[in-house]
């Protein structure tokens, strides 16, 4: 199985479904970054999963589909709406159908099965949880929504806390533990540790199932030489007093993680790392092509 | 003032605006058929009258908007949803924003003038009544909403019976009683008198303040040589017991309205429709160009 945040986790992902039978993988996605606009229900990181397993993401953003247009949002633009999360005309669809079958009483995981079904993702996607949990980014006085943070603001502001709305009122999604107990492997994909992975974790048994699994659980740095391959990761982590680089990472997962895979750039770090109780596997881990994921699925799936 | 249904109403009220000053109109537009999609809240009789003023409409359906796209449309096709009701990306926007603007504790009267204003419409657009009154269509056992019968079957079964639920805890929207009893002159489009101007007319007072009116009350035929021009007005007229004729519009009308407008080809009628106390016009009623429309605006404005 797979723990999932957006678009980091969608390349290793796409290379994943390549080395094992799709249909074995179950892959567990974020939702704390879930949020309404319009009314319409968005989960960002399950559609990134989602839109990149089904071969339709736009590849060169990550996220949305591609050669999308953006009629209905330039119009919403013109009535005066906000429109700087930018859906496009397809991608509105999906937000629609989504809004429309939760409206109809079916939970997000079924919803979410049912979006993959629709279009041809063989994985079985699961949201963490059923129940809403909202990450919220505290920077000094100011407290924003996750993607007011992220994608309004540009993910600019400072980071002095971050937390994670609903999480102790919410349980994993049916079926959640019970793979996490079952898994002779679990990855936890090179997303943010603490936007993408934290609202999973923080959820009540969450993180006492992954460290009481009997499965290998393997990690891949989200962070290469000090830096995040792709948002704020480096950042967020320095300031919540995590050290930027591959044994802050080891150090966010510890207690639940047996491996974990480095880019060569880090090699260095391995003695520290190794010092945590955490084996280390070093490898090219920056996904630039589907070859990329492939190979480095490959080396999750053999550590 | 004017009462408008959809296409028909709306290829008059574009002649009306050249011919009165736009802000000096009031238009009250039919809601009978406002129905929900995918959770949006639509009124496809108030978008015709706001596209068409704010030149946007695609003027060769009518309805819709000019050069839109159906993006978003095709993938909820894709996605299992249903897709009779043929909404364009940018016509989606529209349908999006009155939903917010709904949600957010806006009555509908408010969200219309909200729309007129971010299109440029100038005439006074207002929904017949703030509450929900919506047209029901009997088809011998068939009990059909109308979107159903009109859209989704394409207007083909027999009428039996039509009824306009909720119209009797309905009141007129704030303003149209006020406007009736002031205008010098009320226009009643030439709409569908049963399936546009009835659920009007069905709410409770405002058949009443049209007739005990001082202004001077002038109807336009939609039917013309025993057909509809558009829509299945004479059927429907036919099979509830009215002549499909300028007569039995004028039968219709009779109580509330001092003239009808009528066809040069219907022009035989004229001494069965003063009969019933109506005074007749006759001219060229079909509207084919803008030109055609302010000639018959200017006719309505000055019997």
């Not at 974020?30 to 606009?37: I, R, W």
């Not at 080891?250 to 880090?266: E, G, P, R």
Request: net charge negative.
């Amino acid at each position: 199985m797979a723990l999932a945040g957006g678009v980091g986790a969608a390349k290793l992902l796409r290379g994943l479904v390549q080395v094992v039978s799709p249909e074995d993988l179950i892959i567990v996605g974020n939702t704390g970054d879930d949020f309404e606009m319009y009314g319409l229900s968005i989960s960002p990181d399950l559609d990134i999963v989602t839109f990149t397993l089904a071969g339709i993401v736009d590849e060169e953003r990550g996220w949305g589909l591609a050669k999308d247009t953006f009629h209905c949002l330039d119009m919403l633009e013109k009535l005066g709406l906000e429109t700087w999360f930018k859906l496009g005309d397809r991608d509105l669809a999906v937000q629609i159908s989504r809004t429309d079958l939760l409206r109809h009483g079916f939970k997000l995981s079924q919803v979410t099965a049912k979006l993959c079904e629709m279009l041809d993702v063989h994985a079985r996607l699961v949201p963490m949880s059923d129940d809403p949990v909202r990450t919220k980014v505290l920077s000094n006085q100011l407290h924003l929504d996750f993607q007011e943070y992220f994608v309004k603001r540009g993910a600019r502001d400072v980071v002095t806390g971050v937390s994670y709305e609903g999480h102790l009122e919410a349980s994993p999604a049916p079926g959640v533990l019970e793979a996490i107990r079952r898994a002779e492997r679990i990855v936890i994909c090179p997303s943010n540790p603490i936007l993408s992975v934290g609202p999973m974790l923080s959820i009540p048994g969450f993180r006492d199932e992954l460290r009481r699994s009997k499965g290998c659980v393997v990690s891949v740095s989200p962070i290469v030489g000090g830096k995040a391959l792709k948002g704020p990761a480096d950042r967020i982590m320095a300031s919540l007093g995590f050290e930027p680089s591959a044994y802050g990472v080891a150090n966010f997962y510890y207690d639940i993680i047996d491996y974990l895979v480095i880019d060569k750039v880090d090699e260095f770090e391995d003695g520290r790392i190794e010092d945590l109780g955490v084996k280390v596997k070093v490898t090219e881990t920056v996904m630039k092509s589907l070859q990329d994921s492939i190979q480095l699925a490959r080396v999750v799936m053999s550590v």
